[in-house]
């Protein structure tokens, strides 16, 4: 099973609202990672956590704020944010490991728009 | 700076053609590399991983990587109209993110 789900599908938050970000996968990976998208940009990368440790934080402002409460689960907390921060948010999972075999699976992602 | 370069396009083919695809990485440590398909508001779909030199046929889709050229590319082969989408390549090593071209949108005409 190579899949991810992310939680939910649309969100829409006003700038002084708090809202998090789910996503759950079932394959044993042991890297997570945070995307963001914009429309017709590549993915960006947020955060990376390897074996449920941030081991990556590509600079994101602070009102993004991981959480990995175990193996299968990452969370995004949103907080303040600003309407550029409007994107396509993707999870991915992977193996750790050297050489080969790290395949990042995405999930289907969640739609943000900050009014 | 790790850089993955590849052609804007868009790249138009008819029906039945083949679609190739073409990337170049800038980091001689990269051990891995993907290409994705994503269409219009969904996510990357991983279609083709590759690791070592020499070719990799899955089905109609073909990668071919070239280390010492630092050169990867995508072979679509009877390309179909649902073929149309953005193609992501992308590299990394082993246990850090991804490091994504800015995609090739590819057209298939019926």
């Known amino acids: 099973d190579t899949e991810v789900t992310q939680t939910p599908k649309h969100l829409v938050m006003g700038m002084t609202n708090k809202k998090s970000l789910k996503c759950e996968q079932h394959?044993?990976?042991?890297?997570m990672y945070w995307y963001k998208q914009k429309a017709k940009k590549p993915p960006e990368l947020m955060f990376v956590?390897?074996?449920?440790?941030?081991?990556i934080n590509e600079s994101v402002p602070s009102r993004f704020s991981p959480e990995c409460p175990n193996s299968s689960l990452l969370n995004l907390h949103l907080h303040a944010l600003q309407p550029e921060d409007s994107a396509l948010y993707l999870c991915?999972?992977?193996?750790?490991?050297?050489?080969?075999?790290?395949?990042?699976?995405f999930g289907p992602g969640t739609r943000l728009t900050v009014l | 700076q790790k850089e993955v370069e590849q052609n804007s396009g868009p790249l138009s083919v008819p029906e039945g053609a083949i679609a190739s695809l073409n990337c170049t990485y800038s980091?001689?440590?990269?051990?891995?590399f993907f290409w994705y398909r994503q269409y219009s508001g969904k996510s990357p779909e991983l279609i083709m991983s590759?690791?070592?030199?020499g070719d990799k046929e899955d089905g109609r889709f073909t990668a071919q990587l070239n280390k010492a050229s630092q050169y990867v590319s995508l072979l679509i082969r009877d390309s179909q109209p649902s073929d149309s989408a953005t193609y992501l390549c992308?590299?990394?090593?082993?246990?850090?993110?991804?490091?994504f071209g800015k995609g090739t949108t590819l057209s298939v005409s019926s």
């Open positions: 991915a999972s992977s193996q750790y490991r050297w050489g080969g075999d790290n395949e990042q699976f």
């Open positions: 394959m044993g990976h042991r890297a």
């Open positions: 956590y390897s074996y449920e440790k941030l081991s």
């Open positions: 980091d001689r440590g990269s051990q891995s």
């Open positions: 590759i690791y070592s030199n």
């Open positions: 992308a590299a990394n090593q082993a246990g850090t993110a991804l490091i």
